[in-house]
């Protein structure tokens, strides 16, 4: 067993590092205040290569491996996790969608584009009454021939508005239930095509999210990927990866606040000393600490695993359950090693706690990552 990475891999990671303090610290208050995206930024990191970090470099991706992008997630993350955020839907589930399940000739037509940032990828799966339950798809995909007719409502789309590329999940045949269920791969400006209001959202608030509806949205037949109801199948394997992904956003928040907590606690001083020095704030930052080590090796576990072609769907479900509840509860006490500057916005760690709450529910809630590992466990 080998902990250590490999040059690269490490060289990633800076390369991560130092973006997010030249590049997106500066205005980060700024555009969580406005929610404003961080659409100069998001044109640097394409040029940087950090758009299609694992494709394979024949589609002009970066061939990197998972465990180089979950590093890199975590480092955007600690520092803006809007922006990580953007960068996670848009690796883990458009480009990995479309390179290990869409044909060579979707391949060719959308990945080049996608792999080099030149557009955005989106993904389209939950509705305003199918969130949890997945199954429940009320977007219709009408079989009319040589191409499909798409109506319906899409909720939360992360990049709705900035994605260029949408994988759309739709119900073909309702008496199949999940089997008939098909996916896209859509122009975000086809014809037919609107967007409801910029969702004005309690943390990422410079990562676009939007309502997405379809009217009479005619995609071509040649535009599903792989068979006629692989759409449910596609989009849980796709999620069980995209989860690694959201597990190292949780944990690159959590390790942001708690660098701001550690620094606080040595240099602000009461009773005498500094904070660190009082047993209350040293085992808070200990427990934390704890926490982070743990959650670390639980998504680098998931992204080996993804890297050595091995099952990762239990260790993904539970990175992303451990993870992101940590990151609630560890930036959740950095506000407190704060006190009354935790809460204002100039310290970063209230955005930090914001930012965390949403990792507990998006791409599967912490209870949904309960079900996926209690239903493996029980049935191994
Ligand atoms: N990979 C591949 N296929 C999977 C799968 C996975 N990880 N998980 C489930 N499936 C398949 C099952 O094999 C089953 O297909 P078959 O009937 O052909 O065998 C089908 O999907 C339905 O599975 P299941 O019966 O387990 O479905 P449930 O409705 O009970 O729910 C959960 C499954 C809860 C795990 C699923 O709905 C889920 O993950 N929900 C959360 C969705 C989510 O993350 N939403 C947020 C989106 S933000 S992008």
């Known amino acids: 067993m080998n902990f250590e990475f490999t040059e690269e891999q490490l060289m990633i990671k800076q390369a991560a590092r130092d973006f997010a303090v030249r590049e997106l610290l500066p205005d980060v208050l700024e555009r969580d205040a406005s929610s404003r995206f961080p659409a100069r930024q998001m044109k640097m990191l394409a040029e940087l290569g950090f758009f299609g970090m694992c494709v394979d470099p024949k589609y002009d991706g970066g061939g990197m491996d998972n465990i180089s992008y979950v590093l890199a997630l975590e480092e955007f993350a600690k520092i803006d996790a809007s922006a990580a955020v953007v960068l996670a839907v848009h690796n883990s589930l458009a480009c990995y969608g479309i390179e290990h399940y869409a044909n060579e000739e979707q391949k060719q037509r959308f990945l080049p584009a996608l792999a080099r940032g030149e557009k955005i990828g989106a993904f389209l799966l939950s509705e305003p009454e199918a969130g949890s339950d997945a199954t429940s798809q009320k977007t219709t995909a009408e079989d009319k021939g040589d191409y499909y007719l798409i109506n319906g409502t899409k909720n939360w789309i992360t990049s709705a508005d900035n994605a260029g590329t949408y994988i759309v999940i739709a119900q073909t045949d309702r008496e199949k239930k999940h089997k008939g269920i098909n996916a896209f791969i859509l122009d975000r400006h086809s014809p037919g095509i609107s967007l409801g209001p910029h969702e004005d959202k309690m943390g990422m608030r ?175």
Not at 288 to 302: F, H, P, Q, T, Y
Request: charged share 25%; aromatic share 8%.
């Open 206 to 380: 410079s990562s676009d999210t939007h309502s997405v509806m379809f009217t009479d949205v005619k995609v071509p037949k040649e535009n599903r990927i792989g068979e006629d109801g692989f759409g449910f199948s596609f989009a849980m394997k796709l999620l069980d990866g995209g989860r690694i992904g959201i597990a190292a956003q949780a944990i690159g928040i959590a390790g942001g606040a708690f660098d701001l907590a550690l620094k606080y606690s040595k240099e602000r001083k009461a009773f005498g000393t500094e904070i660190c020095n009082h047993q209350a704030i040293a085992f808070k930052l200990a427990e934390m600490a704890v926490k982070l080590e743990n959650g670390r090796n639980l998504v680098l576990k998931s992204a080996w695993l993804k890297d050595n072609g091995l099952p990762y769907g239990l260790q993904s479900a539970m990175a992303k359950q451990y993870c992101a509840d940590s990151a609630m509860e560890i930036t959740t006490e950095a506000v407190q090693i704060h006190g009354g500057y935790g809460y204002v916005k100039e310290y970063h760690v209230e955005r930090l706690m914001r930012e965390a709450k949403v990792t507990q529910i998006y791409e599967g809630t912490s209870e949904i990552q309960k079900i996926v590992i209690s239903r493996t466990i029980l049935k191994d």
